[in-house]
């Protein structure tokens, strides 16, 4: 099956910093998800973004398939960032949609 | 537009004992997820549903799990009898299609 590796597996950060978290898969796939797991344990969707590059807010992703990677940037970070982020990768099978397969996530603590 | 529901939040039973969890997805979303999450991990598939059929449970344990989703909308989730192991977060996620999945916010499992 797919293999999903995100780094770094922790991040402390002030506040205010920026960032940059990685998601490499092993093979191509038709679905790329960013989540955001807050300390309460909702996944919250960030990005779904199989290819190409997109922004919300301080939030932006980039997908390059023909390499296999992912990066997430966050500008300015706040302590609301903090939290878990996981990537989640899917192939699209005879039978439709394929089961994400997750990372392991990136733990991220911003400092006040 | 509402969200993934599911309940309860939390629950907490002694081994051996039945367990239910249940979960409404987004309306119009035909396809639907069950989720295991062991701590500090990513989720793993447990099963999906095309409308009312279960097109991948390979990864529930059938021995003692089982899964439902009567006329294609809400679905339930059973342990019994539930194990030490069992104790973990249970999450639900709906999509339309092979489009972007959405994560209800879980069911915390405790096994005594």
């Known amino acids: 099956g797919i293999q999903v590796e995100q780094s770094p597996p922790d991040l402390i950060l002030q506040e205010g910093a920026n960032s940059t978290l990685r998601c490499n898969f092993s093979?191509?796939?038709?679905?790329l998800q960013w989540f955001h797991q807050n300390p309460w344990g909702q996944l919250i969707n960030l990005f779904y973004i199989p290819s190409g590059t997109k922004q919300n807010g301080r939030l932006s992703a980039t997908t390059v398939a023909t390499e296999r990677y992912s990066l997430l940037y966050i500008s300015s970070s706040q302590t609301t960032d903090s939290g878990v982020y996981f990537c989640?990768?899917?192939?699209?099978?005879?039978?439709?949609?394929?089961?994400?397969?997750f990372g392991q996530g990136t733990r991220l603590t911003i400092n006040p | 537009e509402a969200g993934v529901v599911q309940s309860p939040r939390y629950k907490i039973i002694e081994k051996k004992q039945p367990v239910a969890f249940w979960c409404n997805p987004i309306?119009?979303?035909?396809?639907l997820y069950w989720y295991l999450q062991n701590l500090g991990q990513g989720p793993e598939l447990l099963i999906r549903y095309e409308n009312e059929e279960a097109v991948d449970d390979s990864q529930l344990p059938k021995d003692r799990f089982s899964a439902e989703r009567l006329k294609g909308v809400d679905s339930t989730l059973k342990i019994q009898p539930a194990e030490l192991g069992d104790s973990a977060v249970y999450l639900c996620?709906?999509?339309?299609?092979?489009?972007?999945?959405?994560f209800g916010p879980g069911t915390r499992l405790t096994v005594l």
């Open positions: 309306s119009g979303h035909n396809t």
């Open positions: 093979d191509s796939v038709n679905n």
């Open positions: 996620a709906s999509s339309r299609n092979w489009g972007t999945q959405y």
């Open positions: 989640a990768v899917a192939r699209r099978g005879f039978q439709g949609a394929q089961k994400l397969v």
